[in-house]
């Protein structure tokens, strides 16, 4: 599996942005999804994502109320609405894949078996 993340930008406090995942290589439903990210001196930090099942999104505390992980199967595509973004949102997001995760290590990025190139968001103030 390969995954591509694209969408990332500058934008002001304030704004939003949306970032697509896509996914190729193999059926992607089969797979739980994840976002994280990495600002510059920090740890790499779970954003969101989904279960296997899909059936339902999980958000760091951070984020919540502010960004929107969804995914499209036919496209093989997940993707990360952000909306409200503050300058402490400014990292380099990573989508990641797995088939066999389980659902208590969802936020755990070394757990997933497929790891995407990031892709930069910069909030200004």
């Known amino acids: 599996v390969q995954l591509q993340a694209s969408g990332g930008g500058m934008v002001q406090a304030g704004g939003s942005l949306r970032l697509s995942c896509a996914a190729s290589g193999d059926t992607f439903s089969k797979y739980a999804m994840g976002w994280f990210r990495q600002a510059p001196g920090k740890e790499r930090e779970f954003v969101a994502g989904?279960?296997?099942?899909?059936?339902?999104?999980y958000y760091a505390d951070s984020v919540k109320g502010r960004f929107t992980i969804s995914r499209e199967n036919a496209r093989n595509t997940v993707n990360l609405q952000m909306d409200s973004l503050k300058p402490e949102d400014t990292a380099v997001y990573y989508c990641?894949?797995?088939?066999?995760?389980?659902?208590?290590?969802?936020?755990?990025?070394?757990?997933?078996?497929?790891r995407g190139q990031g892709t930069q968001v910069t909030v200004s103030s």
């Open positions: 989904f279960s296997r099942s899909g059936g339902r999104a």
């Open positions: 990641a894949a797995d088939r066999g995760i389980i659902l208590s290590s969802i936020g755990n990025w070394n757990q997933y078996a497929y």
